[in-house]
């Protein structure tokens, strides 16, 4: 049985297809249209689909098409597959945030998980070993950080970033200090949250995605956390098809 699941974030959108629980194919698309749909459709024989989206402005064509031509199951955070959610304002809670939830649940049944996003903003959530969630933190994003002092100063420019770089220069002059102090910046937070995790979590695992993740792995490579965390690049997809098999089997 064959499942399409779609990420829309803020700034990528991801498309995946799961023979079951089996990653089949991923495909992150510049534009999302129906012929890329159909193709998809047609070559994996798709049964059921469901969406998350941060966006709703483009929902409604791909829910429409989904609808027409797959079973399509519902997402949103209402959905549960078995995580006791303490959140207070599920309305305000990304699809995103609680597909990972999700995704984590499945995959490290009965753990304590602290959960980094490394995309447009970073965000950190902790599922616990009894598997309850109570929320968690968000902080600008990588990016974010360099646009914002570029647009909240008079005088300081805009420095271009790209994610595979694997270096933090030294701030030897006002482009490289701004690069030094974001990036800096940034690992001092992740490895304070990760800390902070450990302290009141035992056997913490620290499981990171999103865009930027590969940059925060290589710099967290040598630190003393670096037994702890895992990456896995699609675990918005793994959730959003962890929902699909629950509804699944709750209406067959």
């Known amino acids: 049985m064959h499942n399409l699941v779609i990420d829309i974030g803020n700034t990528n959108s991801k498309i995946a297809v799961f023979n079951d629980k089996v990653l089949v194919f991923f495909q992150s698309p510049d534009h999302l249209d129906e012929g890329r ?3 998809l459709l047609k070559t994996y024989d798709i049964v059921n ?3 998350s989206s941060v966006r709703q402005e483009v929902l409604s064509d791909i829910i ?8 399509y199951i519902e997402f949103s955070t209402q959905v549960n597959t078995g995580v006791k959610n303490h959140y207070q304002s599920l309305s305000t809670l990304g699809q995103d945030r609680w597909a990972k939830v999700i995704a984590v649940h499945h995959g490290y049944p009965n ?11 970073i965000t950190y959530d902790l599922l616990d070993h009894t598997n309850s969630y109570y929320g968690g933190s968000i902080s600008p994003g990588i990016n974010m950080r360099f646009k914002a002092l570029n647009h909240y100063t008079g005088k300081l420019p805009l420095v271009k970033w790209d994610n595979a770089t694997e270096n933090i220069p030294s701030g030897t002059d006002t482009g490289t200090a701004i690069s030094n102090g974001v990036l800096q910046g940034v690992i001092h937070e992740v490895e304070g949250f990760i800390a902070a995790g450990n302290t009141n ?6 499981v990171i995605t999103g865009g930027d993740a590969t940059f925060l792995l290589e710099q967290l490579k040598n630190s003393i956390f670096a037994p702890q965390i895992i990456h896995d690049p699609y675990l918005v997809l793994k959730g959003l098809n962890e929902v699909i098999a629950f509804e699944y089997v709750q209406k067959n």
């Open 49 to 51: 689909s469901t969406v």
């Open 111 to 121: 753990q304590n998980c602290l959960i980094i996003d490394a995309g447009t903003c």
């Open 201 to 206: 979590n035992k056997d913490l695992k620290v």
């Open 37 to 39: 749909l159909t193709e």
């Open 64 to 71: 429409g098409f989904l609808s027409a031509h797959t079973n």
